[in-house]
């Protein structure tokens, strides 16, 4: 069984400082780190090449530094790894990332489809949660999104995942191959063992450009994408008001809570 | 209403001006931008003055200037999509609230495109109801496109996916909108890789600017659409210029349903297609539709980081039946395993809008902060005189959260009996 888990490096959020003068992000300094989500399909992964021996392949779309993402799940077990970067894939919306992404797929795969491709339910960075599905559109395979649990029989090529939905929960059942977006739920990440961490240094990542995917030019990058920013501004203020210390007074609180209750 | 006869792509721009300088009318300026890039500057064009003479997009190193040209997107080109579609998300027969407020906002872009455009509703499922279709028509739709066939029904991506597709190629709709629930924000992102479109999701605002593009046919309209970006500290509007339709997800409690709709007389068209099978099935289904969901409360009261235990979540919950409303948290309190996550407000919860927000230890991380931002009325109790909650609190009471909990649950008790 071939599994792709797609991984994503985002800014730590909590590295990110605000600039209290002009209100803007600090990016400078920022940490790097796998987007969390992904880390929980790439533990679903593992613990599938644990219990059934599957090949495990991550793939992450980004610049050279996307690298160290992919070390670190070759450290925590990940079989192969594979860079998807270039110039001309700069600028890519979520459409022209997902064709882009399902081209690498097939080619870390030899060209043929793999039985299982995993994503974080979003990536923390965009908040879209659109790459996923746009993945499972171009390589033509069933959709389930927001994976709590997944059972997988591999020899009958099987599947049953319990999915979260905003009126319950579902299990449902099908045949791979698959796309599936994952939840925290899903799995706790291991650490990377020492051995792990050691070879995953020296190991060689691929780095798949725009020719060895065999890419559409017009399908790729800024020219692949149909959604354009036009303007970026700051988000309208809702400036605080009053701020009291709390002296023990707590009918005064009490009105507060009430007149806001009552209008 | 001013023509867009050129696209600047604020992620690419970095403000150097080289437009400015090579544009021979005067059309371009640089504007102030705080933290769009380095030198938080970005081009702007005055559509009154701009003749589309494509000098600027040759100017700029950056390739961040482009023409709009109608047609480019595939052999048929934009023309001939029109009308404002809402997709009508339904499970079990009770169609999803953020619909009716989708189709609140679209009577505004119904109004704003004028020319004829209609609000349409697009229903899947098996075994419609006229209740159903007639709910959507007294919520204003001119048009419901019924879809009623056994493989739908329940939620499975690929056939809701094949028959939205197909309704899209056969009807050609200018605008596509959808809840960004977890059915919406998944099969719309297919539906928009088929039809090979844009897709912007969990916007904030929509509005329709129009524009007639010499290079265009005939009028077309663009669709602003506004969505927080980077935690949602910057906010950016983005278009889908040369692709029809133009898609976009907003999240529940976002738009305000309309009151006071005179509706009532949509065309219900059942529309037959020939949709591919599902390839996974539901084995077992555990609904749980009255589970508390806090985007729909009008009172919340939530903890985070500082009530420091599970124990003082169960406080929270007697505050909160006092004030007749929920519990709600933040993302650390969750992460700590003192509340299960579907109660979680922000970037990664839920975006919420009650009367009231009344929060408890909660810092106020920008995630959590836009998830709070609908809320008419927030009151922030913290230890920290300079956490960044107090920002936007209403009302700010520095102290310490455990502290005063009891007191005030003990304080509205006593005005109860």
């Known amino acids: 069984m071939i599994i792709v888990v797609c991984i994503k490096q985002v800014p730590d959020s909590t590295s990110v400082r605000i600039n209290p003068e002009t209100n803007t992000l600090m990016r400078e300094g920022a940490e790097s780190m796998v987007n969390p989500f992904d880390e929980y399909a790439l533990e679903l992964a593992l613990a599938l090449k644990d219990s059934d021996g599957a090949h495990v392949t991550v793939v992450s779309m980004g610049p050279p530094q996307a690298t160290a993402v992919l070390r670190e799940a070759l450290a925590r077990g990940a079989d192969e790894a594979f860079l998807v970067s270039s110039r001309a894939f700069g600028g890519a919306d979520t459409l022209a990332t997902s064709y882009t992404l399902s081209q690498a797929i097939l080619k870390a795969c030899g060209g043929t489809k793999p039985d299982l491709v995993l994503f974080g339910k979003q990536a923390v960075d965009g908040d879209t949660a659109q790459v996923g599905p746009g993945v499972s559109e171009f390589l033509d395979m069933p959709l389930v999104t927001y994976v709590r649990e997944l059972r997988v029989d591999s020899e009958a090529k099987a599947f049953s995942a319990t999915t979260v939905m905003d009126d319950g929960e579902y299990v449902v059942e099908g045949a791979l191959p698959a796309v599936m977006t994952v939840l925290k739920e899903a799995a706790a990440p291991r650490f990377a063992p020492l051995a792990g961490a050691m070879s995953a240094a020296k190991a060689k990542i691929a780095v798949l450009d725009e020719k060895a995917i065999a890419a559409d030019p017009a399908r790729i990058g800024l020219q692949g994408s149909p959604t354009k920013v036009v303007a970026i501004f700051p988000p309208p203020s809702r400036g605080g008001g009053r701020k009291m210390e709390w002296n023990g007074d707590a009918a005064s609180i009490a009105a507060i809570v009430k007149e806001a209750i009552d209008g | ?332 309190a969750v992460d700590a395993g003192w509340i299960p996550q579907c109660r979680q407000v922000g970037q990664t919860g839920k975006a919420v809008a009650p009367k009231l927000y009344l929060c408890f230890g909660i810092s106020g991380a920008i995630q959590h902060l836009e998830g709070i931002r609908g809320a008419d009325r927030i009151i922030a109790v913290n230890s920290d005189p300079d956490a960044p909650i107090f920002g936007m609190a209403d009302v700010g009471i520095v102290g310490d959260a455990l502290a005063i909990i009891p007191a005030l649950t003990a304080e509205l008790k006593k005005g109860r009996g």
């Open chain 2, 1 to 332: 209403m001013a023509d867009v006869p050129i696209l600047i792509d604020a992620g690419r721009c970095v403000g150097c001006g080289k437009c400015v300088k090579g544009c021979g009318f005067g059309a371009l300026k640089l504007v102030e931008a705080p933290g769009a890039n380095r030198s938080g500057k970005i081009a702007e064009v005055d559509p009154s003055a701009c003749k589309a003479c494509s000098a600027c997009v040759a100017a700029c190193p950056f390739n961040a200037i482009s023409e709009i040209k109608a047609g480019i997107c595939g052999t048929e080109g934009i023309e001939g999509y029109r009308d404002v579609w809402v997709f009508a998300e339904q499970s079990g027969g009770k169609i999803a609230e953020v619909s009716f407020e989708l189709l609140g906002k679209g009577l505004e872009l119904k109004s704003q495109r004028g020319d004829g455009c209609r609000l349409c509703a697009v229903l899947l499922g098996s075994g419609i109801t006229s209740e159903m279709t007639a709910a959507l028509s007294s919520a204003g739709a001119d048009v419901v496109y019924a879809v009623d066939d056994p493989k739908l029904a329940d939620y499975e991506a690929g056939v809701y996916v094949d028959a939205v597709s197909k309704l899209i190629i056969r009807h050609k709709p200018e605008v596509l909108l959808a809840g960004a629930t977890a059915i919406g924000r998944a099969f719309f992102a297919r539906v928009a890789a088929r039809v090979r479109t844009g897709l912007t999701a969990d916007c904030t605002e929509l509005k329709v600017v129009e524009t007639t593009n010499k290079d265009a046919c005939a009028a077309q309209m663009l669709l602003h659409q506004t969505r927080p970006a980077f935690g949602g500290n910057i906010m950016a509007t983005i278009m889908t210029p040369n692709h029809r339709p133009q898609m976009a997800t907003v999240r529940p409690k976002v738009f305000k349903k309309k009151v006071g709709v005179v509706g009532g007389r949509a065309e219900v068209v059942r529309e037959v297609l020939d949709l591919v099978s599902p390839r996974t099935r539901i084995a077992n289904a555990n609904r749980n539709p009255d589970a508390v969901d806090i985007a729909a409360a009008e009172v919340l009261v939530a903890g985070g980081r500082g009530l420091k235990s599970a124990a003082a979540f169960a406080q929270l919950e007697e505050l909160a039946k006092l004030l007749g409303g929920e519990v709600a948290a933040s993302r650390a």
